[in-house]
Structure formats: C-alpha cells, structure tokens
C-alpha cells in the first residue's frame, strides 16, 4: 500500500536558479527516494506568478 502527501508552498532559491534546474534537482531527489512525483512547479517572483515569456502573470494572491 502506497500513500500521498500533497504539497501547498513555495522553495526559495537563490535568484540565478532557472525554473528548469530547479524542477531538475526536484525530481531527480524525490526519485532518488524511489517516490514520484504528479503536478506542476510554477516560477514566482515578487509575488506574481512568471508566464513562460518571462514576463508577470496574475498576483498569486488572486483568487483562482
């Protein structure tokens, strides 16, 4: 029997980290552990989320 935890935070990183190479040590320590992992990582700065662009999306205090 297998169970899940999800996860509701933010990891801060040093600002030269790409969202790439964090999702990259992410994934390869959670497999590391023989775990999987399913959902989305999504790059933040200032409090609003970053489009694929580069460029500010929505304030991630708007509701959804």
Do not use: H
Not at 34 to 62: A, H, R
Request: aromatic content about 12%; some cysteine; hydrophobic content about 35%.
């Amino acid at each position: 029997m297998r169970k899940e935890f999800e996860i509701n935070g933010c990891i801060e990183v040093q600002a030269e980290i790409t969202e790439d190479e964090f999702s990259n040590a992410f994934i390869q320590f959670v497999e590391s552990k023989g775990w999987s992992f399913g959902g989305g990582i999504n790059e933040i700065q200032d409090g609003y989320y970053i489009l694929p662009d580069g460029s500010k999306g929505k304030s991630v205090l708007e509701d959804e």
